[in-house]
């Protein structure tokens, strides 16, 4: 891969003198969704594919990047002075965000670079291609200018880039799974703190299965803010009788307790979605550990009807899916993973039913859909690294 992407580097910024390679990896999240930015818990893992990352240092304060998965749009180039909040709509956002918030956060970038690009992951599936763009732009940043800073800072300043100039209120689960990943292990991570626990990922005789829907309904973002004010309404409710600072800091009994303080319906069934979502996240890590499948697998099962019904956040193609998954026994729990509206679906699959599982979804879903499903079998992978 690094041949690959210092020969497309050469072609299309001259030689490769001084040019470093690196890659960040996308993640699934395997239970915990829509927790992040209500200060519960997720449980993502990174993967073994991402975005890559050829780069070199500009003698002037250019920034020129080109991205080989669009070779039509060309090299985008902008001056560093010149970076502003939602200056473009393009991939290249993405990028020009992190070198604008590493420069608000006081870290002295003093020249530009020659960035070439390359994902291997499929984009807009909700794997979190955007957050791996952030972190790998983060790692480059900080080896090419001598920054001395953490990857748990780098996911920060990634998901703050996405706030404030990309302008999606994401919270801060996939950076955090792209920059923090560890080959074969899950991140159980407390997104109120930020404290963090990796768990190693025993499935016995199973494995993560993940099923691309190939959909992603136009809704996604403008729904995303909306569940977020939802929520926060709710915690105004709460507040008025309970001293909290986020929705999950409640547990289930006091939910039930106080859910009559939120009087609106829908924010009510928000706030029971993040709120038991979070209590099935802090039971699915220790099903885990305790290897017991069957549990987690039901976790997995309750966390999609609860996105379904309270959350409202699935779609047909999404539901075809994880009902047909669920008609299997070798499947021990299916669901939507990431923000929802489309994307994919991720599921626990005994291995020796993985060939009928494929056969079985890709048929199903074609016969329902008239749209061809794409299977992957994963395993957690690293976070960043230099090639
Ligand atoms: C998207 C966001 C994450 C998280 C998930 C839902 O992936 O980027 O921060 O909120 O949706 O769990």
Not at 64 to 71: E, H, I, L, R, T
Not at 171 to 200: C, H, R, V, W
Request: net charge negative; hydrophobic share 35%.
């Amino acid at each position: 891969m690094k041949e690959r992407l210092l020969s497309w580097f050469s072609e299309i910024f001259g030689d490769t003198n001084n040019t470093e390679v690196y890659f960040a990896p996308g993640r699934v999240n395997l239970i915990g969704e829509h927790t992040d930015y209500n200060g519960g818990h997720v449980f993502p893992c990174a993967l073994s594919v991402g975005i890559y990352a050829a780069a070199s240092k500009r003698e002037d304060d250019l920034l020129c990047m080109y991205s080989a998965n669009y070779p039509d749009a060309g090299i985008a180039k902008v001056p560093l002075s010149l970076l502003a909040p939602k200056r473009t709509l393009d991939w290249c956002g993405y990028v020009e965000g992190v070198f604008h918030t590493f420069r608000k956060n006081g870290y002295s970038i003093d020249c530009g670079m020659n960035i070439l690009i390359y994902g291997d992951i499929p984009e807009g599936a909700g794997l979190s291609s955007s957050a791996a763009l952030e972190v790998v732009t983060g790692v480059l940043i900080r080896d090419f200018y001598g920054i001395d800073i953490s990857n748990t800072d780098i996911a920060i300043l990634g998901k703050e880039a996405e706030n404030n100039y990309v302008g999606t209120s994401c919270g801060i689960m996939d950076q955090f799974a792209s920059a923090m990943g560890k080959k074969d292990n899950a991140i159980f991570l407390d997104t109120n703190t930020l404290d963090y626990e990796y768990a190693p990922i025993k499935l016995s005789d199973a494995s993560i299965v993940i099923v691309n829907s190939k959909v992603k309904h136009s809704l996604v973002s403008s729904q995303y803010n909306i569940r977020r004010k939802e929520c926060e309404s709710a915690l105004e409710c709460i507040r008025a009788g309970y001293d909290i600072d986020a929705l999950c800091e409640l547990n289930v009994d006091e939910y039930e307790q106080y859910s009559e303080l939120i009087l609106d319906d829908v924010c009510r069934r928000r706030a029971k979605h993040a709120i038991y979502e979070n209590e099935r996240t802090i039971r699915a890590k220790e099903a885990l550990n305790n290897n017991d499948i069957c549990l987690f697998g039901r976790l997995m099962n309750e966390s999609h009807d609860s996105l379904r019904d309270d959350y409202e956040v699935s779609c047909e193609e999404i539901d075809v899916l994880v009902n047909l998954s669920r008609e299997l026994p070798a499947v021990f729990g299916s669901r939507i993973t990431g923000g929802g509206f489309g994307g994919c679906t991720v599921n626990i699959v005994a291995n020796d039913g993985i060939g009928s599982f494929k056969e079985y979804i890709s048929n199903g879903y074609f016969k329902a859909t008239g749209i061809e499903p794409e299977i992957y079998v994963v395993t957690p992978g690293c976070g960043p690294y230099k090639l």
